[in-house]
């Protein structure tokens, strides 16, 4: 069970109602009414928990698993062991993430605005939204309803909230405008000075940068990240976009609709990201580059060209992932025959 000091946890949820959930079909000889109370990973869960299996490396876990009830996908049920419950579905992990959310449903704030917090009068703060202590909220702030806004963060001038969105502690927002149901970890800096100057011999002159960041719906950013704002042109963070944590954005950059952008990545100024892209983790992106819809680039890859829609890429510099696993092969027989 998930430890109820931290996390919400719901009433017990019946196997026909996970089933209706997870948008899956029963199979098992388990009564459609028989309760389960939480979700657990296979070689933890216990006979009224739920458990799943999406990768092939955990098929031995799965048979041995005592989980009541277990989301597989249809061609793997034969190896479920003797009296679990299946929840047969062909996303065994999206269904999970469904099943999940209904046993841990969002923690409700009470909607106040607590004594220590500095709230401008210019500023528009919807209904229902919670600001805890320590809250900075400077002149002509907008905020959405249902929004929180985490201890001692501060909302510079004229920043815009959308609703229900959750704002961390210690976030730093300026120069934003940022949609609804919008996720900010803690630690977040978003819409300071992008890293602009002109060059020269007698010393480097700052450049202002008069952009803005502008967050669409549905984003979710990680915990010390931050997102430059735009020299001229904005920032741009697109709808339903999930960003990890310590990744560092660079002025003007866009990032189109659903991309993922792993840990410790970092995106120089100026790039296009299409939509759908995956960007692993410790991924440097020079400037002024073009990443088409739907491309993955490999943990550790550095980029310093553009890439075309659907590619996938790897290594430094980054290059098609075939290509550079050739290269890595190659240079591996190279050694062995050194060394014999």
């Not at 709230?119 to 929004?147: C, F, H, L, R, Y």
């Not at 060209?305 to 027989?333: M, Q, Y």
Request: charged letters at 20%.
């Amino acid at each position: 069970m998930a430890d109820k000091r931290f996390f919400t946890v719901s009433e017990p949820i019946s196997l026909e109602k996970l089933a209706e959930i997870a948008q899956a079909d029963m199979a098992g000889n388990i009564s459609a009414q028989a309760l389960y109370r939480d979700v657990a990973a296979l070689s933890d869960a216990v006979e009224d928990q739920v458990s799943f299996l999406d990768n092939k490396s955990y098929i031995k876990a799965f048979s041995t698993s005592k989980a009541g009830a277990c989301l597989v996908d249809p061609d793997f049920a034969d190896r479920a062991p003797s009296g679990m419950a299946l929840l047969l579905t062909k996303q065994p992990y999206h269904a999970y993430a469904r099943i999940a959310q209904a046993f841990h449903p969002d923690r409700v704030y009470v909607s106040q605005h607590h004594a220590s917090a500095s709230i401008d009068p210019s500023a528009v703060i919807g209904k229902d939204v919670t600001i805890e202590p320590g809250v900075v909220i400077s002149e002509n702030v907008t905020i959405g309803q249902g929004t929180r806004i985490g201890a001692n963060t501060v909302l510079e001038r004229a920043v815009t909230v959308g609703a229900h969105c959750n704002i961390g502690a210690n976030v730093v927002v300026q120069c934003c405008l940022m949609g609804d149901r919008v996720i900010l970890h803690p630690g977040i800096c978003i819409g300071q000075d992008g890293f602009g100057f002109a060059l020269g011999a007698g010393g480097h002159l700052k450049v202002p940068q008069l952009g803005r960041v502008v967050i669409e719906n549905d984003v979710e950013i990680g915990a010390g990240t931050t997102i430059d704002r735009g020299a001229g042109p904005d920032t741009v963070i697109g709808e339903g976009t999930k960003i990890d944590n310590l990744v560092q954005i660079g002025h003007n950059v866009t990032i189109g609709k659903a991309c993922v952008v792993v840990a410790q990545a970092g995106i120089s100024g100026s790039t296009k990201i299409g939509n759908f892209v995956i960007i692993g983790g410790q991924v440097g992106i020079a400037g002024h580059l073009k990443i088409g819809d739907g491309a993955q680039i490999a943990a550790k890859s550095g980029l310093m060209r553009n890439v075309e829609a659907g590619s996938k890429i790897a290594g430094i510099p980054g290059k098609p992932i075939k290509e550079w696993f050739r290269g890595i092969a190659t240079l591996d027989k190279l050694t062995r025959k050194k060394k014999g």
